[in-house]
């Protein structure tokens, strides 16, 4: 589905959530959309969903705006961080009503989650604990196939062999039938591989909008004794440098062949770290 941002603002009271930002995604891809606290991910996430309205600009989604409109948000499935489902309905219901709800449910990989999770059918929401309750919500999430599908901080209290599964089976199914998932998480590290295209957020305003590939391509860590590495270095955009021991590691903006010529030790460059940079940069 083609999501057209235009112009987007969010006030809330006195604070600026969102500020004129502008952008497309245009297609199925998997879409990381980082920032640190209070950047605007969430408010951009829940507009996008149809849950709250702008308080100028719009966001289109095939040409219809996504508010008070259950033709569209029925293609559109945004699991947050936690409060995702009614607390007196056991987990059966939930599942349920998410199916009658989703043209696209998958109720044999619901069936299947449930089962690799744990999850007890009869239980609560309310009993659920944290953890439970999180895989609950990405059961949820990967069932649907929706469309669109958001992920904002989905596994709180979710413990790492839960969340590896998580991304095994996102990829799993996201290779069987492209999608669009837009996934915002503090975890950049562990989720970075499965970004196709990154966004950052920053205070409000969109700072990038990048093909995965490219920023890898375009940033590389070297690394090597500190006077070759520093020779490197000269002219160019240096993200981070660290030293130890008369050696020098250093993530740096330029082409990993020519880092390789001169002798040096390359990787790529963590998109944490990236981030880290560029929203420290803007911000000072
Ligand atoms: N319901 C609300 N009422 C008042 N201010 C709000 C509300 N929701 C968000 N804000 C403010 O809007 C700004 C953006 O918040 P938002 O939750 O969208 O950011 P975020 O990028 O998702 O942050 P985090 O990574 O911490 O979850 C923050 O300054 C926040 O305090």
Redesign the pocket.
């Known amino acids: 589905m083609r999501i057209e941002v235009k112009n987007l603002s969010?006030v809330?009271?006195q604070?600026?959530?969102?500020k004129d930002v502008s952008f497309s995604l245009t297609e199925p891809k998997i879409y990381g959309l980082l920032?640190?606290?209070?950047?605007?991910?969430?408010?951009?996430?829940?507009i996008l969903a149809g849950h709250i309205l702008a308080s100028s600009g719009e966001i289109l989604i095939n040409g219809d705006r996504p508010f008070d409109n259950r033709k569209l948000t029925e293609k559109i499935c945004l699991i947050k961080?936690g409060d995702n489902f009614n607390k007196d309905m056991k987990v059966k219901q939930i599942l349920r009503s998410y199916s009658l709800f989703y043209a696209t449910w998958d109720h044999q990989l619901a069936m299947d989650l449930i089962r690799e999770y744990n999850l007890p059918l009869h239980t609560k929401v309310k009993s659920l604990s944290k953890g439970m309750a999180s895989a609950l919500g990405i059961i949820v999430g990967l069932a649907c196939k929706a469309p669109v599908t958001i992920f904002?901080?989905p596994y709180i209290g979710l413990d790492a062999a839960a969340r590896k599964k998580f991304y095994e089976i996102l990829l799993e199914e996201y290779e069987k039938e492209k999608r669009t998932i837009i996934f915002?998480t503090?975890l950049i590290d562990e989720v970075s591989l499965l970004f196709e295209e990154v966004l950052i957020?920053q205070e409000?305003t969109l700072l990038l909008q990048e093909g995965a590939e490219t920023l890898r391509h375009n940033t590389c860590s070297v690394s090597g004794p500190i006077t070759e590495v520093e020779q490197f270095l000269e002219n160019k955009e240096v993200i981070k440098r660290d030293q130890l021991a008369g050696m020098m590691t250093a993530y740096v903006f330029g082409s990993k062949t020519e880092a390789k010529q001169a002798g040096l030790t390359v990787e790529g460059v963590p998109i944490q770290d990236l981030m880290i940079y560029l929203t420290e940069k803007k911000g000072a």
């Open positions: 969010k809330y009271n604070t600026a959530a969102l920032g640190r606290n209070g950047a605007g991910k969430t408010t951009f996430m829940e961080e904002d901080e915002s503090h957020l409000g």
